[in-house]
């Protein structure tokens, strides 16, 4: 948000992203925007104006969540074993991700090119973050040469999504995650 905007405008953003994440949390990502204006005391046309698409207001209610993610990842980056760090981090996405109601939706690569998740902000920090994990993983063979961190954060958001009726969504993600890890084949 600018500093340059008028304090009026400041204080508007705020008490919208305050009420914006209690709606989110409570209502995920189709919150409705006419109640988040109705609570914060705005018109829709000012919502609109701060958040011209639900994408943006998801990302700005997203943030924290993703610097948090980002600085994981950070954290995770020097770990000896680089598959078990990489699987951790994606493991805190998840966790991250079935907590927050409306994450996933943030993280979605809705309208983006299927190598490209530069159009959304929060996909992007992820993708960032993510990219010395999966390449240190990559580099010791841990994990195959083809895999971008935009695979792996799809695979999750998928799994979520799919999760996120379940009478307990962390753990039916957390099992479909490890599915996923191990794959179809028998343990030998």
């Known amino acids: 948000m600018p500093e340059r905007q008028r304090a009026d405008a400041r204080r ?21 925007l006419e109640q ?3 609570v914060a005391g705005v018109g829709s046309a000012t919502v609109r104006r701060h958040f011209p698409t639900r994408r943006a207001l998801l990302e700005a209610v997203s943030q924290k ?3 948090a993610l980002c600085a994981r990842a950070q954290d995770l980056t020097g770990e000896s074993d ?11 996405v998840i966790a991250y991700s079935v907590s927050a109601r409306g994450l996933a939706a943030a993280l979605a690569y809705e309208g983006a090119m299927p190598d490209s998740v530069h159009e959304n ?5 992820v993708e960032q973050a993510g990219e010395p994990l999966l390449r240190r993983a990559v580099e010791d063979g841990a994990v195959t040469t083809d895999v ?22 962390a753990a039916a993600a ?14 030998h």
Do not use: K
């Open 12 to 32: 508007n953003y705020a008490r919208i992203l305050a009420v914006a994440e209690d709606e989110v949390a409570a209502h995920g990502a189709g919150a409705s």
């Open 36 to 38: 988040i204006a109705r």
């Open 65 to 67: 969540q993703m610097r």
């Open 82 to 92: 680089s598959r078990s760090a990489l699987l951790e981090w994606l493991g805190d």
């Open 121 to 125: 902000s929060c996909s992007a920090m």
């Open 148 to 169: 971008t961190v935009a695979d792996l954060i799809t695979l999750i958001v998928g799994i979520v999504l799919a999760t996120e009726h379940r009478p307990d969504p």
């Open 174 to 187: 957390n099992r479909l995650f490890r599915l996923t890890v191990a794959g179809l084949n028998p343990q």
